[in-house]
Each structure stands twice: as C-alpha cells, then as structure tokens.
C-alpha cells in the first residue's frame, strides 16, 4: 500500500468529505436549489419537506465544507435575522481515478 505524505492526506480527507456531502440526498438537494438564489433554512425547510432542524444541520456541514455561504442576512416578519444561504458552486463532477476520486467543482 502507498504511503501518502500529510498534505495528500488531508486533500484526500477534504475531497472524500465533499464527494461525501454530495452523496447525501437533502445536503444534494439543499445545495443545488441555492444555486441562483439565496434561501433561508425556514424557506429551505418548507420548500423541500426536510424538517428545519435537518436543513440546519445540512447547512452547517455544508457551510464547513466552504460549498455555500452566507449571502446576507434579512428580517423576518417576526423580527428575527435569518441568514441567507448561496451555493459557492454550479456543478460538481467526481471521476473515479487511482489512487483516489478526482472531485471537480464549478465556481457559481
């Protein structure tokens, strides 16, 4: 077996998470309807049928994996500030290759 050098590792580790994200239907679906517009967790939750402590969930881990931002934040009609989430990409391509995945993101 080869050895991997740390920098190759942690690549690896940020690739296999991302390719990871991308497997999960909700983060899936969450991420490519923030594609041309922002959205709220609220307005993700009611909108996609994903209970609202899921899509926070979802969000978060997609947040760390630097895939969405935060666009701005706006008020409620409660006065509440609401963050509204943008995907950071377009398009996401994973090729099969040795020794690992290839992972390909497209900028929004």
Do not use: H, W
């Amino acid at each position: 077996m080869a050895k991997f050098t740390l920098p190759q590792l942690k690549k690896y580790d940020v690739n296999q998470k991302v390719i990871l994200a991308l497997a999960d239907a909700e983060s899936r679906v969450i991420l490519f309807s923030i594609i041309k517009k922002s959205k709220s967790a609220p307005e993700l939750a009611g909108r996609l049928r994903i209970p609202l402590s899921s899509v926070y969930k979802k969000l978060s881990e997609l947040q760390s994996l630097t895939l969405i931002e935060v666009e701005r934040t706006v008020l409620s009609d409660r006065g509440r500030r609401l963050k509204m989430y943008r995907s950071r990409i377009r398009r996401a391509d994973i090729s099969i290759g040795k020794p690992e995945p290839v992972l390909t993101l497209v900028p929004n």
